[in-house]
């Protein structure tokens, strides 16, 4: 949403803000020439304002459109979203980490009981891992996203229940692959 809407309102908002953003008011959202479009804003650039101005509107629109579809779709106030937030790296040794890994490999499809013990086990191992920074951060200094945290790990080989539960738990939770 940071692409189009202005950061002041995107920026350490609630899930529920988020939610509940109306889309369709103007002061929400960026102006057009602000609006982040990637690579094409160089293409953009070179096209008269009388070409560039619809473009970017079309944009504005399909972004609109977008999260608004995906706000009804993911499952963003589901708990799935909320016990994925353990999985960050920097999140691992917080108190709530070890309940969300349980509560998380609880909520995936064909886990035990007993596997939810072993993935708890391996979490107390994890928990205790030195993590160097360079698996944490990016060459910019910037955390890495955790899905690409986890596909780096090579705590797969050592905790591969943990490591399902985490990339099972990253996919569930970036899309609702039994809702959409």
């Given at each position: 949403?940071?692409?189009?809407?202005?950061?002041?309102?995107?920026?350490n908002a609630s899930?529920?803000?988020?939610?509940?953003?109306?889309?369709?008011?103007?002061?929400?959202?960026?102006?057009?020439?602000?609006?982040?479009?990637?690579?094409?804003?160089?293409?953009?650039?070179?096209?008269?304002?009388?070409?560039?101005?619809?473009?970017?509107?079309?944009?504005?629109?399909?972004?609109?459109?977008?999260?608004?579809?995906?706000?009804?779709?993911?499952?963003?106030?589901?708990?799935?979203?909320?016990?994925?937030?353990?999985?960050?790296?920097?999140?691992?040794?917080?108190?709530?980490?070890?309940?969300?890994?349980?509560?998380?490999?609880?909520?995936?499809?064909?886990?035990?009981?007993?596997?939810?013990?072993?993935?708890?086990?391996?979490?107390?191992?994890?928990?205790?891992?030195?993590?160097?920074?360079?698996?944490?951060?990016?060459?910019?200094?910037?955390?890495?996203?955790?899905?690409?945290?986890?596909?780096?790990?090579?705590?797969?080989?050592?905790?591969?229940?943990v490591s399902y539960?985490?990339?099972?738990?990253?996919?569930?939770?970036?899309?609702?692959?039994?809702?959409?």
């Amino acid at each position: 949403m940071n692409r189009f809407v202005k950061e002041d309102l995107v920026q350490n908002a609630s899930v529920k803000k988020l939610m509940d953003m109306d889309m369709d008011k103007k002061d929400n959202l960026l102006p057009l020439e602000d609006i982040k479009t990637g690579e094409s804003k160089t293409m953009l650039v070179k096209l008269g304002e009388e070409k560039r101005k619809p473009l970017l509107r079309d944009m504005q629109k399909f972004y609109t459109v977008t999260a608004d579809y995906l706000r009804k779709k993911l499952p963003l106030t589901q708990n799935v979203v909320k016990y994925a937030q353990c999985l960050h790296p920097e999140v691992r040794d917080e108190n709530t980490a070890m309940r969300y890994v349980r509560s998380l490999a609880e909520e995936m499809p064909g886990i035990t009981p007993n596997e939810v013990a072993m993935i708890c086990d391996e979490w107390k191992v994890y928990r205790v891992e030195k993590i160097e920074n360079s698996v944490m951060y990016g060459n910019d200094d910037k955390l890495k996203r955790v899905d690409h945290f986890w596909n780096e790990q090579k705590i797969c080989k050592w905790q591969p229940k943990v490591s399902y539960t985490a990339k099972t738990g990253i996919f569930i939770s970036m899309s609702n692959p039994w809702k959409c």
